[in-house]
């Protein structure tokens, strides 16, 4: 019998997946708590970086439904490696 893993889920089941959502323009630090508490990070570029774990797919599509609702435009959104978001959540100064 062949076992299926959710793509947002490791392997062990247990451990979230880590998303990177970028959209256009850029966001105020308290939409960060409103957004599943996501580091927010604003780039240079005009966009928003938003990255942190999520624990499944209802989550996902929450946060997706949140962005929707901000009126916001959704450049990407990506799966990340949790070794990337912690390294660059330890240099994060919003």
Request: proline fraction near 2%.
């Amino acid at each position: 019998m062949t076992q299926h893993t959710a793509m947002n889920q490791h392997p062990s089941g247990d451990t979230p997946a880590y998303y990177e959502l970028r959209i256009e323009g850029h966001l105020d630090d308290h939409w960060s708590a409103w957004l599943g508490g996501l580091t927010l990070i604003n780039e240079d570029d005009g966009t928003a970086t938003l990255r942190g774990a999520v624990t499944d797919q209802a989550e996902l599509h929450g946060l997706l439904a949140k962005v929707r609702d901000l009126g916001a435009i959704l450049i990407s959104v990506n799966t990340i490696d949790a070794r990337r978001f912690l390294t660059s959540h330890e240099g994060d100064h919003r």
